[in-house]
């Protein structure tokens, strides 16, 4: 495809999702072109863009956001940062892809979607999960009725951050938006409304501290929806990895593994449990993460609204805020709706 009709980007940040699976996406894509990258500081820029084949190095995320060539930036920063520099990347004309949590507030949040809409540019949340076969399948199914009506989904992702050397891991820090929920648990809050299409009414949770880290490192959490539904889920920095979740309903149920990042090459399953009989279905590994880069590219070229909206994100922060009171109070906390 000729250059008119890719979009280029910018990263801002040396960060490491960008280094294992953004960027490797970014060269797969034929729609996009990742042209460059800025940093804190200017070494570290002009070595990170050389190791990635990338062509422009900026010494500040101020310069590379005054490149006029640039039309969209993905922000991989700490979670404290996505809202700054979310709001200064579309202020400068940017369709900016931000990573998740998309902010550390629901208020922070709308301001963004505010500057997205002030400056007719778009922004989007970066779950590629939701862009990978295996989520569109489950919601495939359960859109088939192959469980019946699902009322039940229970969630888990874990790692053991604890055990790694990663002390100075942003996730560690509460001030700079850390914390399981927001790094991990954030995708079960999202499957849990995505595979309800619903928002929940009231929730319930409790978080675990370790004594060296100012962040939250483990939270359980009860969600309420309409309809007598139910997600429980628990996030961790202290348990081993898992990431898989269950949807469960009054003819059967969808067990989904190797969920939210299954690996370079790693080919995920659904079982599906109905009338006492299990089916496991494969499902063929596909780069989600290209997947999100060439639908927000489409979506740029051609002035389409993204897959993944603004009330996805706000409704996703809304209860990452109601959880994070909930475990502060220790009792439910109801959430008020509408977007
Ligand atoms: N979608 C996914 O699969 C996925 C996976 C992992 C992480 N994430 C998200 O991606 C974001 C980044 O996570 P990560 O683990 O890749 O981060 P990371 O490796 O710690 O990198 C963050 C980058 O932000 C820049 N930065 C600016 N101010 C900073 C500060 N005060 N402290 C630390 N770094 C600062 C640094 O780049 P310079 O110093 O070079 O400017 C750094 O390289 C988070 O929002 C996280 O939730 C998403």
């Not at 778009?122 to 359960?142: A, D, I, N, S």
Request: proline share 4%; hydrophobic share 40%; charged share 30%.
């Amino acid at each position: 495809m000729d250059a008119e009709n890719r979009v280029r980007w910018g990263i801002l940040g040396t960060a490491k999702i960008a280094a294992d699976r953004i960027i490797p996406a970014f060269h797969e894509s034929t729609v996009s072109d990742l042209v460059a990258v800025a940093s804190r500081n200017e070494d570290r820029a002009g070595k990170f863009a050389e190791e990635h084949g990338i062509s422009r190095a900026y010494g500040s995320y101020e310069e590379l956001l005054g490149d006029a060539s640039i039309a969209a930036v993905y922000i991989p920063l700490p979670n404290h940062l996505h809202c700054e520099w979310a709001i200064r990347a579309m202020e400068a004309g940017k369709h900016v892809l931000c990573e998740k949590p998309l902010s550390t507030s629901t208020d922070n949040g709308i301001a963004m979607f505010e500057a997205s809409e002030e400056n007719k540019v778009l922004l989007v949340e970066g779950f590629m999960y939701r862009f990978h076969p295996q989520t569109r399948r489950v919601k495939e199914l359960l859109a088939q009725g192959t469980i019946g009506t699902p009322r039940l989904i229970r969630a888990a992702h874990s790692f053991p951050l604890i055990l790694q050397d990663r002390d100075d891991d942003f996730r560690w820090r509460a001030e700079l938006g850390g914390g399981s929920l927001a790094d991990v648990g954030v995708y079960c809050v999202d499957t849990a409304r995505h595979l309800f299409s619903a928002d929940p009414t009231n929730v319930f949770a409790q978080s675990k501290y370790h004594p060296d880290h100012s962040a939250e490192a483990e939270t359980r959490a009860i969600l309420t929806f309409p309809n007598d539904r139910v997600a429980i889920f628990d996030s961790s920095f202290l348990l081993t990895g898992r990431r898989e979740y269950e949807v469960v309903g009054d003819k059967g149920r969808i067990t989904a593994f190797h969920t939210y990042n299954p690996g370079r090459g790693v080919d995920v399953r659904i079982e599906i449990e109905r009338d006492g009989e299990k089916k496991l279905e494969r499902i063929e590994a596909e780069n989600e993460y290209r997947l999100e880069i060439d639908h927000l590219s489409t979506c740029i070229l051609r002035n389409e609204r993204p897959i993944i909206t603004r009330e996805d994100s706000i409704g996703n922060l809304r209860v990452l805020d109601a959880l994070r009171e909930s475990a502060r109070v220790g009792a439910p906390v109801e959430i008020a709706v509408a977007n």
